[in-house]
C-alpha cells in the first residue's frame, strides 16, 4: 500500500462542494503532480490532507485519506497535530505567510526541531545549518542569523523548506513553491526538491500549474478540472499520449520551443466557478469533443490495465499492448 | 521591409533611482535601466526577457515617457521624444499605448467597461456623440472577441482574462502604432494566457502594430518575437536577431537551462546553476553577470564588456561568448 492513499474524496465547504470524488496515491520516493488551473482545488486538495478544513469551515464528506495506515480523516486533532510538521510537511505558496519577521531564520527551523525531534540549543543548530546547507543556501552560519526580510524572495522560499525538512517528515506537500521566483531561482528549487525524494526517500506532492516543472519533477500527474480528476497517469504518457480532450487542450496552451507561430491553440471560455458547475461533464461547455451525452451524464473515472485514470465519455480508452 | 526606418530608435538611455534604505539610511542611486540603445522595427515584435528587477517595465514606461529618463535619447518615427512639451507629448501618446501586467489594479473599479474603453478619448480630448461611442465601444469589443453585454458591468464583475482583454481593448481605442505590453498574461491561467496571445498575433496582423513584449517566460518570448532582447541588471547582454538563434551570452544560456519543456524526455541536470543576482546598488566593476558564470575567466572581473553587433545582427556583451 502506498504512502498515502486518497479514495473518492469529496468535501463541503458551507454547501459549496468543491472536490468530487477525488482519488490518487503516492509512495515513498515518488513525486506526484497535481495540475489543473487556477480554481480547480489543488491547494483544497492540500488543505485536506493536512486536516486543515475545518479551518476554513469546511470538512470531508465522503472518502478516506489513509497514510501509512492510518485513517486521517477520522484522526483526532491532537493526533493530527503530532502529524503536521513531524511526519506531512506543507510548504505553502507565500514564504511570507510561513515566516515570522521578528525571529532570526535560524532559530525558525531550529524550533521545528526542538518541537518534533526534541532537540535542544547547539543540537538543534547543528541541525538546521546542516538542512541549510544542503539546501544550497550560501554562507549557512551566517544567513543562520539573518532575519526574514535581508533575504531576497528565493532565499526566504528555501529557509520555508528547511523548516518543513527540519523534522524528517515522510511527505512533503508543496503547493506551487516557485511560482513566484525568477526561472533561475525556481530551476535550482525543482532541483533540491527532486534531491530529496531520490536520495532521502521522501514522498512529495507538487502542486503546481506549470507543466514545464510537471514534466521536468514528477512520476505521475492528476489533471484536476472543476473539483474532480479528468485524468492520472504517468508523467510520460500524460505528455506522449494524453486521452482526456481536457489534458490534451492544456499541452496545447504552452508555447514550446520549434513551435511555429500561430500554433499556440488555448481553451474557449473559462473555468467555472463553483457554484456553477454545469451538470454532466463539467469541461464540455469548453470541450470541442463533446457529445449530447456529456451534457447529462457524469462520466465516471475509469481504471485501464495500465493504472492510467480517466473520466471522459469519448476519449480513447484502448490500450495497445506494448511490444 | 528592412528599408523601412525602426519606428523606435532608442540610444543610450539611462534611468537612474535614488532612494534611501530606511528611515534614516544613507541615500543610494542605483542605475534600473543603463546605457540601453535599441532599435524597434515597424511591424515587429520585438520581445524583452530578464528576471525580475533587470529594468524591463522601467524601460517601457521610459519608451512611452510615462517616466522621465536620466539621459539618453527615444526618438519615435523621427521626432525627438524626450525635447516634446507636455501638449506634444499627450498628443503623440495617441500613437503609443501600453497593457500592463495586472488586469486588476490598471481599470478603475468606480467606472464602468464601457467608460474604461471611453476614457482614452477624453483624455485626448476627442468629442463622441453617444451613437459614435457606442459604435467605439461595440467595434473594441468585437476586435478583442468579448460580447458587448459586458458594457455596463464594472471590473470586478470580469475574470483575469476578460479584464485583460479590456485592457487590450482600451490600448487600442485611439488606433495606436506601437503597443508595448509587459507581462500582459503574468497573473493568467495557460489557458487564457494562449487566448490572449492569439489575439494578440491577429490584432498584429490585421492593424499592422509593432510590439515592444515584455516577459520574465523565454519559452513565450521565443514563440510570440521576431527579436529577443535580454536584460541583466539594467544593461542589454544580448539581442537574438531571430527568436530562433541559439544564445550567445552565458546568461541567456542559463535562462535557457532554467527554462523547463514541457516534455520529460527533455529532463535538465540543473546542478550546475548557482548563484543569486547580485544587488542592482552595488555592483561589481566588471561583467554583472561574472559571478554566476561559468565562463568567466580574469578579465570579465576587471573591465566591463559592452554590446558588439555582429553582421548577421546579433549583439552580445560578453567577452568570451559562447558561439
Ligand atoms: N474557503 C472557501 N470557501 C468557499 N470556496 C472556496 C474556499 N476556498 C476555495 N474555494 C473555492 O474552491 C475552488 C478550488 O479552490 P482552490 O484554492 O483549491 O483552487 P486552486 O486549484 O488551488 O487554484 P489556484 O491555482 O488559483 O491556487 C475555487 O473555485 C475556490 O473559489
Ligand atoms: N520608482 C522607483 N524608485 C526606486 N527604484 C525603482 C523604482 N522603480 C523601479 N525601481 C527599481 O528598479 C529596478 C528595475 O525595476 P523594474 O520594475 O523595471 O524591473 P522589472 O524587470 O520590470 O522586474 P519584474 O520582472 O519584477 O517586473 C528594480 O531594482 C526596482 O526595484
Ligand atoms: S466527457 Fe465529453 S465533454 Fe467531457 S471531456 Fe470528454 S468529450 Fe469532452
Ligand atoms: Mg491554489
Ligand atoms: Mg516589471
Redesign the pocket.
Known amino acids: 500500500m502506498a504512502l498515502l492513499d486518497v479514495q473518492d474524496l469529496s468535501i463541503d465547504i458551507g454547501g459549496i462542494k468543491p472536490l468530487d470524488s477525488i482519488g490518487f496515491a503516492v509512495d515513498k520516493g515518488e513525486t506526484l503532480g497535481i495540475v489543473g488551473e487556477s480554481g480547480s482545488g489543488k491547494s483544497l486538495t492540500a488543505l485536506s490532507i493536512m486536516g486543515l478544513l475545518p479551518l476554513i469551515g469546511g470538512r470531508v464528506e465522503r472518502g478516506s485519506i489513509r497514510f501509512d495506515g492510518m485513517e486521517l480523516t477520522r484522526l483526532p486533532e491532537p493526533d493530527y497535530r503530532r502529524l503536521r510538521g513531524r511526519r506531512i510537511a506543507f510548504i505553502t505558496q507565500n514564504p511570507m505567510t510561513s515566516l515570522d519577521p521578528v525571529i532570526r531564520v535560524g532559530e525558525q527551523i531550529d524550533q521545528v526541531a526542538r518541537l518534533h525531534l526534541g532537540l535542544s540549543g547547539s543540537a538543534a543548530r547543528r541541525h538546521s545549518i546542516e538542512i541549510m546547507e544542503r539546501l544550497r543556501i550560501p554562507e549557512a552560519a551566517t544567513t543562520y542569523h539573518n532575519y526574514p526580510h535581508q533575504l531576497s524572495g528565493g532565499m526566504k522560499q528555501r529557509i520555508v523548506i528547511a523548516m518543513a525538512l527540519a523534522a524528517n517528515p515522510d511527505l512533503i506537500i508543496a503547493d506551487e513553491p516557485t511560482t513566484a521566483l525568477d526561472v533561475t531561482i525556481q530551476a535550482q528549487i525543482v532541483q533540491i526538491l527532486g534531491e530529496l525524494v531520490r536520495e532521502k526517500g521522501v514522498a512529495l506532492i507538487l502542486i503546481t500549474h506549470d507543466m514545464g516543472v510537471v514534466a521536468q519533477a514528477c512520476d505521475r500527474v492528476v489533471v484536476l478540472y472543476a473539483g474532480r480528476v479528468a485524468e492520472s497517469n504517468t508523467v510520460s504518457a500524460i505528455f506522449a499520449s494524453p486521452r482526456h480532450p481536457y489534458t490534451q487542450a492544456l499541452i496545447g496552451c504552452i508555447p514550446r520551443n520549434a513551435m511555429e507561430r500561430g500554433s499556440l491553440v488555448g481553451i474557449p471560455g473559462l473555468v467555472p466557478s463553483v457554484a456553477r458547475y454545469p451538470a454532466g461533464c463539467r469541461f464540455h461547455p469548453r470541450c470541442t469533443r463533446s457529445e449530447s451525452l456529456c451534457e447529462r451524464e457524469v462520466p465516471v473515472l475509469e481504471r485501464l490495465a495500465s493504472g492510467a485514470e480517466i473520466a471522459c465519455h469519448v476519449a480513447d480508452k484502448h490500450e495497445a499492448a506494448h511490444a | 521591409m528592412p528599408s523601412l526606418s525602426p519606428l523606435v530608435t532608442i540610444r543610450d538611455l539611462n534611468k537612474i533611482?535614488e532612494?534611501r534604505k530606511g528611515l534614516f539610511g544613507e541615500p543610494r542611486r542605483?542605475t534600473?535601466v543603463n546605457q540601453v540603445s535599441l532599435d524597434i522595427p515597424r511591424g515587429q515584435v520585438t520581445g524583452v526577457v530578464?528576471?525580475?528587477?533587470?529594468?524591463?517595465?522601467?524601460?517601457a514606461r521610459l519608451v512611452l515617457r510615462l517616466l522621465e529618463a536620466t539621459s539618453g535619447s527615444i526618438s519615435f518615427d523621427g521626432v525627438d521624444l524626450l525635447k516634446q512639451s507636455h501638449g506634444a507629448m499627450r498628443l503623440l501618446r495617441r500613437r503609443m499605448q501600453m497593457v500592463f501586467?495586472d488586469p486588476y489594479s490598471s481599470l478603475d473599479p468606480r467606472y464602468t467597461i464601457a467608460d474604461a474603453l471611453l476614457e482614452p478619448f477624453k483624455v485626448q480630448g476627442i468629442r463622441l456623440t453617444t451613437a459614435e461611442a457606442r459604435q467605439k465601444v461595440e467595434a473594441l469589443f468585437a476586435m478583442v472577441g468579448l460580447d458587448a453585454r459586458f458594457a455596463q458591468n464594472h471590473p470586478h464583475q470580469l475574470s483575469g482574462g476578460q479584464r485583460q482583454r479590456i485592457g487590450i481593448a482600451r490600448a487600442l481605442a485611439l488606433e495606436p502604432d506601437l503597443m508595448v505590453l509587459d507581462?500582459p498574461t503574468a497573473s493568467l491561467d495557460v489557458s487564457i494566457q494562449a487566448q490572449i496571445v492569439t489575439l494578440l498575433e491577429k490584432l498584429k496582423h490585421e492593424l499592422g502594430l509593432t510590439y515592444l513584449f515584455i516577459s520574465?517566460d523565454l519559452n513565450l518570448v521565443r514563440y510570440f518575437s521576431d527579436r529577443i532582447v535580454v536584460?541583466y541588471l539594467?544593461r542589454i547582454v544580448e539581442i537574438l536577431p531571430d527568436a530562433k538563434a541559439a544564445p550567445r551570452h552565458p546568461y541567456t544560456q542559463t535562462l535557457l537551462d532554467s527554462t523547463f519543456a514541457p516534455d520529460p524526455t527533455q529532463r535538465r541536470d540543473i546542478s550546475r546553476l548557482t548563484g543569486e543576482i547580485p544587488s542592482?546598488y552595488n555592483l561589481p566593476q566588471g561583467c554583472a553577470f561574472a559571478a554566476r558564470c561559468r565562463h568567466a575567466r580574469p578579465d570579465c572581473l576587471s573591465r566591463r564588456p559592452v554590446l558588439e553587433t555582429r553582421s548577421d545582427g546579433h549583439a552580445v556583451a560578453c567577452f568570451h561568448p559562447l558561439t
Not at chain 2, 530578464?50 to 524601460?59: F, I, Q, R
Request: charged residues 15%.
Open positions: 533611482f532612494s542605483m534600473a530578464g528576471e525580475s528587477g533587470c529594468g524591463k517595465s522601467t524601460l501586467q507581462e520574465h536584460m539594467g542592482p
